[in-house]
C-alpha cells in the first residue's frame, strides 16, 4: 500500500503562482511514476504532468511553460510549481503514483484561480 499526502492548495488570482507538493509513504518502489492530474467541476480528471524516477517528464500542453514537475526521490515527494495562474487552472489537483502495474491517488487539493 501506498499513502499520497498532497498540501499547498488554495485561491490566487490569475498570474499568480502556487507550489502543490506530494508526499508519499508506504511501500515505494524506486522505480514509479509520479504526477499530477486535475479535474475541474463537471470535466473529466485530466493529465497535468508527470515524472519518472529517472527525471522524465511529460506536461499538458495546456500547462507548458508555466508548470514545473520536480521530485525529491530521497524524500519521495514530487512538486507542482505553477507560475501565470489563469482561472481556467481552477480544478481539484490529484497526486497519482504508479509503479508496477498498481495505481495509487491522492485526495486530492483545491486549486482556485481568481480573475
Known amino acids: 500500500q501506498v499513502q499520497l499526502v498532497e498540501s499547498g492548495g488554495g485561491l490566487v488570482q490569475a498570474g499568480g503562482s502556487l507550489r502543490l507538493s506530494c508526499a508519499a509513504s508506504g511501500s515505494i518502489f524506486s522505480t514509479n511514476i509520479m504526477g499530477w492530474y486535475r479535474q475541474a467541476q463537471g470535466k473529466q480528471r485530466d493529465l497535468v504532468a508527470v515524472?519518472?524516477?529517472?527525471?522524465?517528464?511529460n506536461y499538458a500542453d495546456s500547462v507548458k511553460g508555466r508548470f514545473t514537475i520536480s521530485r525529491d526521490n530521497a524524500k519521495n515527494t514530487v512538486y507542482l510549481q505553477m507560475n501565470s495562474l489563469k482561472p481556467e487552472d481552477t480544478a481539484v489537483y490529484y497526486c497519482?503514483?504508479?509503479?508496477?502495474?498498481?495505481?495509487?491517488w491522492g485526495p486530492g487539493t483545491q486549486v482556485t484561480v481568481s480573475s
Open positions: 497519482k503514483y504508479n509503479a508496477r502495474l498498481h495505481t495509487y
Open positions: 515524472i519518472t524516477s529517472g527525471g522524465i517528464t
